[in-house]
T-cell receptor, first 109, second 114 residues
Framework: GQQVMQIPQYQHVQEGEDFTTYCNSS?????IQWYKQRPGGHPVFLIQ???SGEVKKQKRLTFQFGEAKKNSSLHITATQTTDVGTYFC?????????WGAGTKLIIKP | EAQVTQNPRYLITVTGKKLTVTCSQN?????MSWYRQDPGLGLRQIYY???????DKGDVPEGYKVSRKEKRNFPLILESPSPNQTSLYFC?????????????FGPGTRLTVL
């Protein structure tokens, strides 16, 4: 079946450093969604990207959708402790969402 | 307050003892689904329902049952739980009969099967 690969699995950063997670699909995506899950919490919707080459920003978060609509990235500038959690991408496949395995953002003490 | 609720939040049970995890949403959403989350595997869909009396298998339906008799409720049933069903379970809903919309998640149910 369809899959979306998400890397890296973990990223350790010092507070104030940047963070990036990537999602790749072998097939063209109709859209892609991004979610954040805080430790002990549930996934919370961040954004949906629909158009080829689309770039959207939410404060320090920048989301991109590739020109070929096969890949997407989430970049966080100057991480803060409130950014800690796992970030997931999810792609729309007929009547299901197919999820990446997630990237866990860990802030080094 | 618009929300998805799940009960129980935590459950420890033994192999073979039937259990039901309830899910309810108060947003009049058509689409509801169940996921399980295991370390390193992300979220995997168990079952989904596009509307009342319409349910379909997701990627990992074995050992689970669901029903959708009312729009707001979507219970997950484990007829004979086994240890490999130990996991974190999430119920989710979305306004329309497709998933290309924001999913609203319940708080999760952590199930341990001994």
């Amino acid at each position: 079946g369809q899959q979306v690969m998400q890397i890296p699995q973990y990223q350790h950063v010092q507070e104030g450093e940047d963070f990036t997670t990537y999602c790749n699909s072998s097939t063209t995506l109709s859209n892609i969604q991004w979610y954040k899950q805080r430790p002990g919490g549930h996934p919370v919707f961040l954004i949906q990207l629909v158009k080829s080459g689309e770039v959207k920003k939410q404060k320090r978060l920048t989301f991109q959708f590739g020109e070929a609509k096969k890949n997407s990235s989430l970049h966080i500038t100057a991480t803060q402790t409130t950014d800690v959690g796992t970030y997931f991408c999810a792609m729309d496949s007929n009547y299901q969402l197919i999820w990446g395995a997630g990237t866990k953002l860990i802030i080094k003490p | 307050e618009a929300q998805v609720t799940q009960n129980p939040r935590y459950l420890i049970t033994v192999t073979g003892k039937k259990l039901t995890v309830t899910c309810s949403q108060n947003m009049n959403h058509e689409y509801m689904s169940w996921y399980r989350q295991d370390p390193g595997l992300g979220l995997r869909q168990i079952y989904y329902s596009m509307n009342v009396e319409v349910t379909d298998k997701g990627d990992v339906p074995e050992g689970y049952k669901v029903s959708r008799k009312e729009k707001r409720n979507f219970p997950l049933i484990l007829e004979s739980p086994s240890p490999n069903q130990t996991s974190l379970y999430f119920c989710a809903s979305t306004p329309h009969g497709r998933v290309s919309n924001e999913q609203f998640f319940g708080p999760g149910t952590r199930l341990t099967v001994l």
